[in-house]
């Protein structure tokens, strides 16, 4: 199953307990743009419909927890570079935290199921035995 750039956001938003008008609040923009505008945007990220400035993903990153490099790789992905080879690696299909970036409580993947980790099956977040989410580790090929 493929996750995208825009719904990783969206779960570790969700995740962190934040709504989008939550989030808007904790950035400002140049020009300056109306919060509801902010949050109307985010949205509009979560969805893949626009792109997602560094600037932006940093002061997100300050909002709520998740890992670059994986908002990264799956940006490549998405963009699909065929000069990238991919390994890959689980993230858990109801908050989409992974090895790299797990949930702030701590958790682990539940055994025989590595699509979902044990704070979202403690809290009755998702069943297991459901798709496991792969997310590309990307490497250049050698020329």
């Given at each position: 199953m ?8 969206r ?14 609040l ?68 109801s ?49």
């Amino acid at each position: 199953m493929a996750l995208t750039p825009g719904q990783y956001l969206r779960k570790r938003r969700e995740a962190a307990g934040l709504s989008l008008d939550d989030v808007a609040l904790c950035f400002e923009t140049v020009p300056p743009i109306a919060a509801a505008a902010r949050a109307e945007w985010l949205g509009l990220v979560e969805a893949d419909a626009v792109p997602l400035p560094a600037g932006i993903a940093d002061a997100l990153h300050d909002a709520f927890p998740f890992d670059p490099r994986v908002l990264a790789e799956l940006a490549y992905r998405l963009a699909d570079d065929p000069d990238n080879i991919a390994f890959g690696y689980a993230v858990c299909r109801s908050c989409a935290c992974s090895e790299l970036d797990p949930c702030g409580e701590g958790c682990s993947w539940v055994p025989g199921d590595t699509g979902l980790c044990t704070r979202c099956r403690d809290r009755g977040l998702g069943a297991p035995g459901g798709d496991t989410i792969i997310v590309a580790t990307l490497a250049k090929v050698a020329a």
